[in-house]
């Protein structure tokens, strides 16, 4: 260090600068909001609907199927849904060598929380569940109850198409 010199420690000085805007807006600027709308649609779905009803037994005998069809059902809709089955024709039939027709309405059905069996009718629909509220998310399943008392026909496989349908209330 050289003679009659000050010895100063050197210093480092940091400043940090931070702007505060007040909440004012500034001149020339605006505010304003806006709405948001959503429209949910109504819907409904019958889904899992089960692949067939097997009945077998005697002429004369009446044979019962429980939770024959399993099906869901998923809405929306406040008011509620019904579903319905009806038979495709009149007659279950069983091929072109066999003229014994067996009547739809040989076949009942019985849906869930219900007492009666009722026979299917292929001029209108039968009800076999109906709530007035909607289905839970994912779907309320439901289990439909056959039985068909076997007529006086020949030894054979009878078929026939039912329709499901879910409508919204």
Known sequence: ??????????LAVLVASVLVFPAVPVAGA?????????????GITLTALSGGIALSGM?????PANSAVVHAVETNNVAGYLVTVQGH?????????????????ALAVRGPGTAQFTPLNSARPVTVYS?????????????????????????NTYSATLDYVASAL
């Open 59 to 63: 002429a004369g005998t009446t044979v």
């Open 1 to 10: 260090m050289a003679t009659g010199a000050a010895c100063w420690p050197r």
């Open 89 to 105: 024709t009149a007659n279950l039939a069983s091929g072109p060598e066999n003229a014994d027709p067996v009547p739809i309405g």
């Open 30 to 42: 605006d505010d304003g909001s806006t709405t948001v709308s959503v429209e949910v649609a109504t």
């Open 131 to 155: 709530t007035p509220v909607p289905s839970a998310e994912g779907g309320d399943e439901l289990r439909d109850d056959y039985r068909i008392g076997v007529p006086f026909v020949a030894g």
